[in-house]
């Protein structure tokens, strides 16, 4: 299936085009056990992140038993936007951002195969904020179960431009 890309070549900073779609960087908890980020020589790695909106686990269940493929792709753009505040945390600046690896797991039965369509949603959101920055190596794969019992959770690394 082709489907059109998200266009890279927008006007304005990269906080301007995510407030263009109507989006924010979330604030993130504090967690006792794991920080969001972590730099090891240029390159950034964050943690995974869950699909929490102002403390709120936005879905939970199995895609393509509970949750549809729709709702998880949307949940996916959520786990991103909290990627990206962590990537902030740790550079200072979107717009300082170079997205370099992303990995999406899919909460999924065995028959489910749809795991890249859910990780689509989440690198157009990357590429329509970032644009070049934004593109990335990829992998998505399905599991069993994650935490929360979540659909989807997302972990990258980044680099500072």
């Not at 090891?40 to 790695?45: A, N, P």
């Amino acid at each position: 299936m082709n489907l059109p890309l998200p266009q890279t070549t927008k006007a304005g900073s990269a906080l301007d085009r995510l407030r263009g779609l109507g989006l924010e960087l979330p604030s993130l908890a504090d967690n006792p056990y794991y920080v969001h980020h972590r730099a090891v020589d240029s390159s950034i790695h964050i943690s995974g992140q869950l699909p929490y909106k102002d403390g709120e686990l936005l879905g939970q269940g199995i895609v393509g038993r509970d949750v549809e493929l729709e709702t998880a792709r949307e949940l996916a753009r959520h786990c991103v936007l909290n990627c990206l505040a962590a990537a902030v945390q740790a550079v200072g600046d979107l717009d300082r951002v170079r997205i370099v690896q992303m990995l999406v797991f899919v909460a999924s039965g065995p028959d489910f195969a749809l795991q890249s369509r859910v990780a689509d949603a989440a690198s157009g959101l990357l590429i329509e904020v970032l644009g070049e920055n934004g593109r990335h190596a990829r992998t998505a794969i399905g599991v069993a179960g994650l935490p929360a019992n979540t659909p989807v959770e997302i972990q990258m690394i980044c680099t500072a431009v």
